[in-house]
Nanobody, 114 residues
Framework: QVQLVESGGGLVQPGGSLRLSCAAS????????MGWYRQAPGKQREFIAR???????MYADSVKGRFTISRDNAKNTLYLQMNSLKSEDTAVYYC????????WGQGTQVTVSS
């Protein structure tokens, strides 16, 4: 069983930055593809970014150039650095890990508002 726990969300003004973390149980962060998704009220969950075991990254067009996905293998933690935040980035952010099945964390709320 894989457990993922997100943290780092909060309230930030437009143009600000936040770094989300996703702590995984076990030494698995470096092996499997992990990603970030978000879900805004009334909308479907959408892909934000992913990183493979081979360090290949991919981003949604809406966040490209503003968000950066990375991981610390020693800490078994996935990160999402979010810069130049906009009000439309407001959502619950989820991390996931694909190992045969897809595991999800519980989510962390990000609110971008002045």
């Amino acid at each position: 069983q894989v457990q993922l726990v997100e943290s780092g969300g909060g309230l930030v003004q437009p143009g600000g930055s936040l770094r989300l973390s996703c702590a995984a149980s076990g030494s698995i962060v470096s092996i499997y593809t992990m990603g970030w998704y978000r879900q805004a009220p009334g909308k479907q969950r959408e892909f934000i970014a992913r990183i493979t075991g081979g360090d290949s990254t991919m981003y949604a067009d809406s966040v490209k150039g503003r968000f950066t996905i990375s991981r610390d293998n020693a800490k078994n933690t996935l990160y999402l650095q979010m810069n130049s935040l906009k009000s439309e980035d407001t959502a619950v952010y989820y991390c996931n890990l694909v190992r045969g099945v897809t595991y999800w964390g519980q989510g962390t709320q990000v609110t971008v508002s002045s």
